[in-house]
């Protein structure tokens, strides 16, 4: 047991979830995108007045037996599918105000502050939408696979899920979580500058499996189109290694059916890339032998460099963490310990070790890694922190299997600018004041 534990064990009051009227979300959703931070921040410090409970001695919750110590509960099977209980009814996935002109094509962010361990609740993963989600039948959906193959075939969902499955657990990640941070703070709370991104366990059949079937041609075959069936008809290149390494087409997550808006029936598993080629409504395989410039990887998902240059293709995420708690919009209510926990994920392998700063990057610590560590997958960590009543800034830096080390936020600056949206994996920091008050900034 840690020493630190002997410490009077400080209290964090959650940051507010519901945080704007909708009047102010009104103002946020006419505000230009680089204007939505200011309009999220308004509401940030609402529960900053509200009273911490504090233990008595002799109290009622203890000396009068409640209801549900003297009662009759409610029967098995109440709800035919379990739910969260009421008193958790606020943590919830949100919607990103003013940053799309609709709200088919727009994001809800996973309320990374809430979480435990690494499996993200399927009814919390993050959205990302190009023209609205739908719930598709799925005996009428089809799965072609065509191109340079011997064998051009189509799978219905009972062909696939007779098929030799496997089930791996990976984060997925939109290219542009974190954007709103490129030029300087936007957003008050976690969930907004990272939750853009999601740790599930995901069932299906491999996709070289399905290649090896169709007798792909492996002399002229460099890259397969994914294409889905939405309204968007999003369609992504993927290079052929990739495809026959890990690449799964996925029917589960999380032990159940995929969610309608996560791809129902059929999706796309492209691990350690970002989410954008995570094809949704999969309905398409093309294997071909270049790459196909779709305008969701010619025009969209690029990389806009200092010099006006554009970098395409550029799908990897890499190495990243962030402190979830204590985090923005939190409230630590006493001096005391605290434990200090987070996430770390890396598109290129498994996460080896993660720092943590609470003194703003001049000394760091060595965190706990809590099991399991997977190859691109979220992993958790922890410290221990006794907090002295003294403004603090903490932060975390994650190194990952191929010895990459998360950069500053001015070093990635240096390189990519500021006029960037995709790719943000900067150290986050989070400032403790003295009132104890969590808050979003940046320090170089």
């Known amino acids: 047991m840690s020493k630190d534990l002997s410490e009077v064990i400080g209290r964090v009051l959650p940051a507010p979830e519901n945080f704007l009227s ?71 996935r949100r919607q990103s105000p003013g940053l799309t002109r609709v709200n088919q094509a727009s994001v809800s962010f996973t309320p990374l502050q809430g979480l435990f361990g690494i499996i993200t609740p399927s009814g919390l993963h993050f959205e990302r939408h190009h023209q609205g989600w739908w719930d598709i039948d799925p005996s009428k959906h089809r799965l072609m696979i065509n191109g340079l193959v011997k064998r051009e075939r189509v799978f219905t969902m009972d062909d696939l899920m007779r098929l030799p499955s496997v089930s791996r657990i990976h984060f997925i990640e ?91 029936p059929l999706r796309l598993v492209v691990p350690g890339i970002q989410g954008v080629s995570w094809v949704k409504y999969l309905r398409r395989i093309e294997v071909g032998d270049q790459k196909y410039a779709t305008k969701d990887e010619a025009v969209h998902y690029i990389d806009q460099m200092p010099d006006g240059s554009h970098r395409q293709y550029t799908g990897i995420q ?39 700063s609470v003194d703003g990057g001049r000394n760091w610590r060595t965190a706990r890694l809590e099991g399991p560590t997977l190859t691109k997958a979220f992993t958790r960590f922890n410290i221990d922190w006794v907090w002295d009543g003294k403004p603090a800034i903490l932060q975390s830096r994650a190194i990952d299997s191929t010895g990459y080390v998360q950069p500053k936020i001015n070093q990635l600056r240096a390189v990519r600018g500021t006029r960037s949206v995709y790719h943000q994996n900067a150290i986050q920091s989070w400032l403790v004041s003295e009132n104890g008050e969590v808050s979003n900034v940046q320090v170089y």
């Open 318 to 356: 890499e190495c990243k963490s962030v402190v979830t708690t204590p985090s923005g919009g939190q409230t630590l209510l006493d001096k005391g310990y605290y434990n200090v926990s987070g996430l770390a994920w890396s598109g290129r392998g498994s996460i080896k070790r993660v720092d943590v």
């Open 174 to 264: 939109c290219g542009a979580n974190g954007a709103t941070e490129w030029g300087n703070v936007a957003v008050p709370t976690v969930q907004y500058t990272h939750g853009m991104t999601s740790c599930s366990e995901f069932t299906g059949v491999l996709l070289s499996t399905l290649l090896d079937m169709c007798g792909y041609d492996k002399k002229a075959a460099k890259f397969v189109l994914a294409e889905g069936a939405d309204g968007s008809s999003m369609t992504r290149t993927i290079d052929i290694e990739r495809a026959m390494d890990d690449c799964i087409v996925a029917w589960a997550m999380n032990g159940e059916m995929l969610r309608p808006e996560n791809g129902y």
């Open 22 to 92: 909708p009047e102010k979300l009104e103002t946020a959703r006419k505000a230009r995108r680089r204007f939505m931070g200011n309009a999220l921040a308004m509401g940030a410090g609402v529960a900053a007045s509200a009273k911490a409970f504090a233990a008595t001695e002799g109290e009622d919750v203890i000396l009068k037996l409640p209801a549900h110590s003297t009662g009759l509960g409610q029967s098995v099977a109440t709800d035919g599918y379990g739910k969260p209980s009421k008193w958790e009814a606020n943590l919830q």
